[in-house]
């Protein structure tokens, strides 16, 4: 049933039917739907109020998707028709004649087709539907008690199972946009929505709800008065609860997704954004019920090292998990790495560390993490083919994902041979820089890296200035920001200590000797 697991659009339903009986012919406007049904502040104004307009949609979805498996009370279904936000009463046949077009009839016994049967309770049930009064107030809430009874109990009692139960796997979230739209809006939202759609299935902190309410919903509409255009982005909980919002000025005529849309989205799904921000708050991380817990809890771009006994743990209770597993146990692998490489050592496909990889792939052989780990090792022992014809299969899967894009273009550079090919990883390095001010301490280490190695110095100096002193870091990104701090700002710094902290981040050797040079040269200029 559609409403189990929306108490929002619950809400939404129970609001226009009870507008409908204390005023049958009012008119209801978008902002009665978003300050009056869903609680939005009284000085909303988002995108021309595009958000009720989506939200109105998602309400004609579920109830199309209801009368699809219910069969209406009296005769007459509720919708909501297109172009206007009031509830209606209406034959099946009228509402959703989607859901009816193609049914066959069985002939009546007196010899009558079987649509006269069906026309004659209609009209019946719509004569009564004309009366005053009562009877159209009963006739709302006899179908209202159905489909809110049903869900309400089924919405808390979904929540309520899986909080015992645990998070087995990524929350859904699901995609809705506009159908109120005009032709030209609804093309300039689209690439939005689908690139959104794209996402959810790359990453791993979400599913794409196809034809099911999502755990979470991703509202895009599009908006415009006069000659400004806008594409508005709302995230929510079920329960209604914004997580967040944003509006982005776009250009009708041109089909390019706005760069700063393209990074609010890959901020909601990366490892450490929006949507896993929401999820660490219903989860223990010191108890995770499964493996999607595990993975959540490890709390990917905060920290360069992990806890290798609580990857075993997790291996041990959830060892049949083949989506996240293996990316736990590849984090590890580059955990073991980095100590190997604080302690002098090298990147080698031997040793400990490797010993995890393989177990990696043995867990699953298309996990990214490990894709990215085998792709650096490749760079770092000198396989700069194979290395790039990894990375170039990853581009497609990585977007959500900066830190991993960010640690590949740094130890890839060095291996293009076509300065047109360096030109573009330049550019992405930009991009990345530019779609994470607000980076993670990690992410921010490889935006710096990655400025260094493709000569952008200034870019490299301003994002570490960005980085908050007093976050509370790991030893290996403490080194690196006090380390890079002193190289960068002008003042004496220990080039070896610079070596070392360069050494534990960067694995291509080419890679390093560049940055060092880099970080030299504007020493020396500086002086």
């Not at 490489?341 to 990889?357: F, I, N, Q, T």
């Not at 170039?392 to 076509?418: H, W, Y």
């Not at 994470?436 to 490299?460: F, H, K, Q």
């Amino acid at each position: 049933m559609p409403f189990r697991q929306s108490p929002t659009l619950v809400r939404l339903l129970r609001y226009l039917v009870d507008r409908a009986i204390v005023d049958p012919s009012g008119k209801v406007t978008q902002y009665d739907i978003a300050v009056e049904a869903m609680g939005k502040a009284h000085a909303f104004d988002f995108g021309n109020e595009s958000y009720a307009r989506v939200m109105v949609s998602r309400l004609r979805k579920a109830l199309a998707q209801h009368y699809a498996a219910n069969t209406p009370v009296d005769g007459l279904c509720l919708h909501v028709p297109k172009g206007v936000y009031s509830i209606a009463l209406a034959t099946p046949e009228e509402a959703y004649p989607e859901l009816v077009g193609g049914k066959t009839s069985t002939p009546r016994r007196d010899g009558a087709p079987a649509g006269d049967a069906q026309t004659e309770k209609s009209e019946a049930a719509r004569a009564r539907f004309r009366a005053p009064g009562t009877l159209v107030a009963m006739a709302i809430i006899a179908l209202l008690a159905i489909v809110v009874a049903a869900g309400i109990a089924a919405a808390l009692s979904g929540w309520r199972q899986q909080a015992d139960a645990g998070l087995t796997m990524s929350p859904l979230v699901e995609v809705v946009v506009d159908d109120e739209a005009s032709s030209a809006e609804a093309a300039a939202s689209r690439p939005v929505a689908e690139l959104a759609r794209t996402m959810v299935t790359s990453s791993l902190v979400g599913r794409l709800a196809r034809d099911e309410p999502g755990d979470y919903v991703l509202a895009v509409a599009t908006a415009g008065t006069g000659t400004e255009t806008a594409v508005s982005i709302v995230l929510e909980d079920r329960a209604g609860n914004l997580l967040s919002s944003a509006e982005f000025p776009i250009d009708p005529d041109d089909p390019a997704i706005p760069d700063q849309a393209r990074a609010f989205l890959i901020d909601i799904f990366r490892p450490s954004g929006i949507l896993t921000d929401a999820v660490l708050g219903r989860i223990d991380r010191e108890k995770p019920r499964s493996a999607y817990e595990c993975y959540i809890a490890f709390d990917q771009n905060r920290v360069v090292t992990v806890d290798s006994d609580a990857v075993d743990e997790c291996v041990a209770r959830f060892g049949d998990d083949r989506v996240h597993l293996p990316n736990i146990i590849a984090r590890n692998a580059f955990s073991l790495y980095v100590q190997d490489l604080r302690a002098g050592g090298e990147v080698r496909s031997e040793g400990k560390a490797w010993a995890e990889v393989q177990r990696a792939q043995r867990h699953g052989d298309s996990s990214l993490y490990t894709s990215v780990l085998l792709t650096r090792i490749d760079f770092a022992e000198g396989r700069c083919d194979r290395g790039l014809h990894r990375m170039n299969r990853l581009n497609k899967r990585i977007e959500v994902f900066p830190s991993l894009q960010a640690m590949m273009l740094t130890d890839g550079i060095p291996c293009m041979t076509d300065p047109a090919e360096r030109e573009r990883a330049r550019q992405e390095i930009q991009k990345l820089v530019s779609y994470n001010i607000d980076a993670a301490p990690i992410l921010r280490a490889y935006l710096v890296l990655a400025s260094l190695e493709a000569g952008d110095v200034e870019t490299a100096r301003a994002t570490l200035r960005e980085h908050r002193t007093g976050t509370n870091l790991d030893r290996s990104l403490d080194t690196f920001y006090r380390t890079l701090g002193q190289a960068l700002s002008g003042g004496p710094y220990d080039p070896e200590q610079l070596r070392r902290v360069v050494q534990v981040f960067v694995w291509n050797d080419a890679a390093r000797a560049t940055i060092i040079r880099t970080v030299a040269a504007d020493a020396q200029q500086v002086s």
